[in-house]
Nanobody
Framework: QVQLVESGGGSVQAGGSLRLSCEASASTYSNYYMGWFRQTPERGREGVAA???????NYASSVKGRFTISRDNAKNMLYLQMNTLQPEETAMYYC??????????????????WGQGTQVTVSS
């Protein structure tokens, strides 16, 4: 089991940047596949980025080239660097952990453990 705590959300103007962090409690953190999701009432929960145990990454097409997911297994940390943010990316952002090798598909049901979320608000 792993507990996840996100931080780094906030308010930013369009075109700005934010870096989200997620701290994991599990001593076996390096064994988990990790992902970032975001949720709004209109769009529901959608996958943003995922990272494998070997550091391989996958991104939603809408964020490719602007967002970067990374992990530091020594510190039990997951990160999401978000650049050139747009108002439509206002959402609650969640980190999640998966034990499924299909983690890269970024389907929410494939992730077993979730953080409480951190709000990102992008103003125009």
């Amino acid at each position: 089991q792993v507990q996840l705590v996100e931080s780094g959300g906030g308010s930013v103007q369009a075109g700005g940047s934010l870096r989200l962090s997620c701290e994991a409690s599990a001593s076996t953190y390096s064994n988990y596949y990790m992902g970032w999701f975001r949720q709004t009432p209109e769009r529901g929960r959608e996958g943003v980025a995922a990272i494998g145990r070997d550091g391989s990454t996958n991104y939603a097409s809408s964020v490719k080239g602007r967002f970067t997911i990374s992990r530091d297994n020594a510190k039990n940390m997951l990160y999401l660097q978000m650049n050139t943010l747009q108002p439509e990316e206002t959402a609650m952002y969640y980190c999640a952990a998966s034990t499924s090798r299909y983690y890269y598909q970024m389907v929410a049901s494939g992730y077993r453990y979730w953080g409480q979320g951190t709000q990102v608000t992008v103003s125009s």
